[in-house]
């Protein structure tokens, strides 16, 4: 199921945000006579934007999220990895993607950062993670299937991301 919904994303860009402007634009997001800017996806109790209109980094990507009162993706089921592979397919914007994922914190153990949580569920590629310098958690679509690989922080790729109500460390209206 696909919603549509207006996040003031035009002002983001420019740092003329209104931090306000956007919690009350996800408030009206949430109910039924709003007037459509942006789509985004709805699965389960979560919603995902697909970050398709420019590349960025990995702490460029998981600031932009932030500002619209989101987080970078994360994928805690191989159904759930699925389904964002079929919105990497349709989006039909290359096969590279940043997640939420990091092993920023003791360059070690790959966390949910956003949520502090060890990432248990993993669909990594071969010989992925293969590089310890390489600290996020990209998708690669390779093949036939949606594949979890280690890269370069300071990379730009697409992004995704998400915003939940029962997952920790996402408050707000929803
Ligand atoms: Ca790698």
Redesign the pocket.
């Known amino acids: 199921m696909r919603v549509i919904v207006s996040l003031f994303l035009f002002g983001i860009s420019n740092n003329l945000v209104d931090s306000n402007a956007i919690g009350r634009g996800w408030e009206k997001a949430l109910s039924e006579d709003w007037t459509p800017i942006i789509s985004l996806h709805r699965y389960g109790d979560k919603l995902y934007y697909m970050g398709t209109q420019f590349t960025a980094t990995w702490h460029q990507a998981s600031e932009f999220c932030e500002r619209i009162h989101m987080t970078l993706v994360t994928i805690r089921s191989r159904e759930e990895n699925e389904r964002i592979f079929k919105y990497i397919r349709e989006a039909s914007k290359g096969y590279q993607y940043w997640t939420g994922g990091s092993r920023l914190v003791d360059g070690y153990n790959w966390l949910w950062l956003a949520y502090g949580e060890t990432i248990d569920y993993t669909n990594w590629g071969a010989g992925?993670?293969?590089?310890i310098n390489?600290k996020c958690l990209q998708l690669w679509w390779r093949r036939n299937s949606l594949e979890w690989?280690?890269?370069h922080c300071d990379t730009r790729f697409y992004f995704i991301c998400e915003r939940s109500k029962s997952l920790p460390g996402v408050g707000g209206t929803f």
């Open positions: 992925e993670p293969g590089n390489e690989n280690d890269r």
